[in-house]
């Protein structure tokens, strides 16, 4: 199980390394971070996807509610939310085996960021769910390159 916590801090230099040391020293295990402006001049938005149930989240939240220059947290697990990631995916493709590719990305989402003769990128935004299901279906036609970004997380309410 994992839960998304969002936090809201004033800028300044360290907000994340007390974040994540914080959360190394509290035994959380990380599976995602992703950090970045805030529509609120002077204000970072971080999301953190950590393992754990809901008293591992709770405990997180109280964490971080305590750490100096802390605006807001929230538990958006459990309040709902919308979450996706970011995916570029390069490939090179064997001769005859390009349309076979564009068919198989045509089962996700997608749009094609750079088409050269040898290589295409495609750019892809979604649940991480379905971006690792992709990944995993076109492994095969030669893929060169792939990165994936950590959560980007609104709460719903």
């Known amino acids: 199980m994992q839960r998304t916590i969002g936090v809201v801090t004033e800028n300044g230099r360290g907000a994340l390394s007390r974040i994540s040391g914080l959360m190394d020293r509290r035994g959380f295990q990380v599976k995602g971070v992703t950090a970045g402006e805030t529509q609120r001049s002077g204000h970072s938005r971080f999301t953190l996807v950590i393992g754990g149930d809901d008293r591992k989240a709770g405990q997180a939240v109280r ?15 459990a309040s709902g939310c919308v979450e996706r990631c970011m995916m570029l995916l390069k490939f090179s493709p064997a001769p005859g085996q ?59 309410d």
Request: overall charge negative; some cysteine.
């Open 98 to 156: 390009r349309e076979a590719l564009f068919n198989a990305m045509n089962a996700f989402p997608h749009s094609v960021s750079e088409d050269r003769s040898h290589s295409v990128i495609f750019e892809m935004m979604g649940p991480a769910e379905q971006l690792d299901a992709c990944l995993e279906s076109v492994r095969g036609f030669g893929l060169v390159e792939a990165v994936k970004s950590g959560p980007l997380a609104l709460g719903t």
């Open 63 to 77: 964490q971080i509610r305590k750490m100096v220059g802390t605006v807001t947290v929230e538990d958006l697990t």
